[in-house]
């Protein structure tokens, strides 16, 4: 058990509809990071939080968007979901912005568009 | 053409034996290097951490080597065990900015399976 916990586990919604997935990061870690991996893809990163502050983005599509509150949790929101939105989401958490720290990831939230 | 390129994309090994996977990397400026096992539908578990200066580093069964002039990595796995069934990330952090902090560039993985 990493300590991270995303919910729901599993998720399924259909086109069009908005989702959000919630992450809990480990206790103590400020930095909380989202990375979508899709079949057989390897992880994109998404984009990072630091003590309720947006530090870094990746590969985030304007229909997605998160936020971390502040008791630390992070929800990401994906909106107008697509098809190609089906994939599994995962959080992970660091102490620190600076990412030599180690990184715990969750177990992640799949989720399915249909 | 993926900054983090990993080498076979799968890999089949009986049980007991040894196997070795590949990472090679064109990102910079390069922070740390990380291996991570991912099983099937769950999250990445961190194997190792190398920084600059560190060649090789162990964790159990796993043995991890980084030659950062060549920008080349491997994972030996020893003794295989059926449990050892899963997919190797190479990781390679970099330095994005003061602000930010560092970068993960994650590569595609290597996908090993284990066999009695």
């Known amino acids: 058990d990493s300590g991270v916990t995303q919910t729901p586990k599993h998720l399924i919604t259909a086109t069009g509809q908005r989702v959000t997935l919630r992450c809990s990061p480990r206790?103590?870690?400020?930095?909380v990071y989202w990375y979508q991996q899709s079949l057989d893809q390897g992880l994109q990163f998404l984009i990072q939080y630091y003590n309720g502050e947006e530090r870094a983005k990746g590969n985030i599509l304007e229909r997605f968007s998160a936020q971390q509150f502040p008791d630390l949790h992070s929800e990401l929101n994906l909106s107008s979901l697509e098809l190609g939105d089906s994939a599994l989401y995962f959080c992970?958490?660091?102490?620190?912005?600076?990412?030599?720290?180690?990184?715990?990831f969750g177990q992640g939230t799949r989720l399915t568009v249909v | 053409k993926n900054q983090v390129e990993q080498s076979p994309q799968s890999l089949i090994i009986l049980e007991g034996k040894n196997c070795t996977l590949q990472c090679n990397y064109t990102v910079s400026p390069f922070s740390n290097l990380r291996w991570y096992k991912q099983d099937t539908g769950r999250g990445p578990v961190s194997l190792t951490i190398m920084t600059f200066s560190e060649n090789t580093k162990s964790n159990g069964r796993y043995t991890a080597t980084l030659d950062a002039d060549t920008k080349q990595s491997s994972l030996h796995i020893t003794a295989s065990q059926l449990s050892d069934s899963a997919s190797y990330i190479c990781?390679?952090?970099?330095?994005?900015?003061?602000?930010?902090?560092?970068?993960?560039?994650f590569g595609g993985g290597t996908r090993v399976l284990v066999k009695p």
């Open positions: 990781v390679v952090s970099v330095e994005w900015n003061k602000a930010a902090g560092n970068k993960l560039t």
């Open positions: 992970a958490s660091s102490p620190s912005q600076i990412m030599n720290t180690e990184a715990f």
């Open positions: 206790s103590g870690d400020l930095s």
